[in-house]
């Protein structure tokens, strides 16, 4: 028996006692999220769930949940949840993935079968979604809210998948070559985005978006012997990111410099080879151009140092 079902049977059986006490209980209480009032009731199991289950609702509510200490989270929410799922894991150890598809800014809390809290606002974009890892056979009390006060239609979607190991950004996969020096100017198209999703594991990049697994370019930088400032920036029809793995391995991050497209200055920068990739901060892709540019006396070219990674 988890927790969630033993909370469950000492609710139904002091329910008399309960009820006293919530008729005494503070205002504040009231502002809070309350599992106990029991949503709308699902049930599925892990093989079921492995094609998506997919709930019409509406969205929001008239309790602010900025209001409620106990509970994390932003929006507005109705008190009761709008869902409680009963889900059957199987022993098969698989992954619940519950997200929500709207037409206006929605929020997705979760009361898990262990009582914990889980919130998303956005998982790239407007639309909240949870990955709930390796999720235990229980009750999942659902809540999708409205970040501003005007309800609207949804649907919550919930699927199963395996638990695999999150994929990550590679730089020993390498990207398109790209030969720049000390002083000189390129352009470059790229279709920014990818499957790897940096929301759920930053892979110890300190990023976040959507990029792929492989590098989209290899720049091969020759200074020159100069001490030269690598500018690399892209701009495209969407809200992009740019992650940079640099000749020493390092990672580089930015995602908005000053506009809905990033930049990257790298002072100093040495020869070698610098891993670039070209995401963005939603899960669709997009046309862009990198713009590859460094300080310092232009020379003619030469062949690229050999890589140091």
């Not at 009731?41 to 969205?59: E, I, K, L, R, W």
């Not at 999150?166 to 390498?174: E, I, N, V």
């Not at 300190?206 to 030269?228: E, I, K, R």
Request: with cysteine.
């Amino acid at each position: 028996m988890n927790i969630r079902t033993i909370r469950t049977a000492f609710f139904v059986a002091a329910s008399g006692a309960a009820l006293s006490i919530a008729a005494a209980g503070s205002a504040a209480a009231q502002e809070c999220p309350q599992w106990q009032l029991n949503g709308v009731p699902v049930m599925t199991d892990a093989d079921t769930a492995s094609n998506p289950q997919s709930m019409p609702m509406y969205a929001g509510g008239m309790l602010d949940l900025r209001s409620c200490g106990e509970v994390p989270g932003v929006g507005y929410i109705t008190a009761a949840p709008n869902f409680s799922l009963s889900y059957d894991a199987r022993n098969a150890g698989r992954n619940l993935n519950v997200r929500v598809e709207a037409e206006c800014d929605t929020t997705l809390l979760i009361n898990t079968a262990s009582a914990g809290w889980e919130f998303n606002d956005d998982d790239g974009s407007f639309n909240p979604g949870l990955q709930l890892t390796a999720a235990p056979s229980g009750r999942y009390d659902i809540w999708v809210g409205t970040y501003s006060e005007q309800s609207c239609p949804a649907t919550l979607i919930v699927q199963s998948a395996e638990n695999m190991p999150a994929a990550c950004p590679d730089w020993s996969l390498g990207g398109a070559q790209i030969n720049s020096g000390a002083g000189q100017t390129s352009t470059h198209q790229v279709v920014a985005g990818g499957q790897v999703n940096l929301f759920d594991s930053s892979c110890g990049t300190g990023g976040h978006g959507y990029v792929a697994q492989a590098p989209d370019f290899s720049l091969y930088f020759d200074a020159m012997g100069q001490s030269s400032t690598l500018t690399l920036s892209a701009n495209g029809e969407c809200d992009e990111v740019m992650l940079i793995n640099d000749a020493s391995a390092t990672w580089h991050f930015n995602d908005d410099s000053g506009d809905l497209h990033p930049a990257i200055s790298l002072p100093n920068a040495a020869s070698g080879r610098y891993d670039v990739w070209i995401g963005t901060y939603g899960a669709s892709t997009c046309a862009s151009t990198l713009t590859v540019s460094s300080s310092g006396a232009a020379a003619a070219p030469t062949a690229p140092a050999t890589p140091g990674k």
